[in-house]
C-alpha cells in the first residue's frame, strides 16, 4: 500500500504542479477534476487508491489558502510567490497531510514529501522542504501540549497564610 501512495502523491503533484502552472500563466481554462482524471488514465495500471489521490489533491487546492498563511511564517525569508512551483507544490500537499488530514503518521508525511522533493525538485529541495514541514509540525506539536498552570502550590499556599 505504501507504494502505492508513494505513487498516488506522484500523480497528485504533478495535477497540483500543472493547477499552479496554467494558474500563473493566467489559464482561465483550468479544470482540476479534468487534469486529475488525466492523470489517473495515464498512470490507470499503477493506481489502486484514487479516493486518496482525489482526497489530496481537492484537499490541497480547497485549503491552499490556509496551506500558504501556514508556510509563510515558517519560511519568511521564501515569499510564497518566489518558491520553486514544484516545491511549493510539495510544500502544501505535506502541511495539507500534517495538519488538515491527519490520516498519515506525521513522520511519514514529511519523509514522503521530502522523497518527492529529491525526485523532483533542485538539489536543496528536499532539505528546505524538511526544515520547513519539521517546523509546522513542531509548531503543532507546541500547541497541542497542555499549558502549565501559572499558579503554583507556592503561590497559593502564600495566599491562603495571608487570610
Request: charge should be positive.
Amino acid at each position: 500500500m505504501s507504494a502505492n501512495r508513494h505513487l498516488g502523491r506522484i500523480v497528485a503533484l504533478q495535477t497540483l504542479y500543472e493547477q499552479d502552472f496554467r494558474k500563473e500563466s493566467g489559464d482561465k481554462t483550468l479544470v482540476l477534476d479534468q487534469v486529475l482524471n488525466r492523470n489517473f488514465e495515464r498512470y490507470s495500471d499503477t493506481i489502486e487508491d484514487k479516493r486518496f489521490v482525489e482526497d489530496l489533491v481537492q484537499g490541497v487546492d480547497k485549503n491552499a489558502e490556509a496551506i500558504d498563511e501556514i508556510i509563510r511564517p515558517v519560511a519568511p525569508e521564501w515569499p510564497i510567490e518566489q518558491i520553486a512551483r514544484i516545491d511549493r507544490s510539495i510544500l502544501r500537499m505535506g502541511v495539507f497531510e500534517l495538519l488538515f488530514d491527519q490520516k498519515v503518521p506525521p513522520k511519514v508525511a514529511i519523509n514522503e514529501a521530502v522523497e518527492l522533493a529529491k525526485a523532483f525538485g533542485g538539489d536543496n529541495s528536499s532539505k528546505f522542504v524538511n526544515g520547513v514541514l519539521g517546523t509546522v509540525l513542531r509548531n503543532k506539536e507546541s500547541k497541542a501540549k497542555p499549558k502549565a498552570s501559572r499558579k503554583t502550590k507556592t503561590s497559593k499556599s502564600k495566599s491562603k497564610s495571608k487570610e
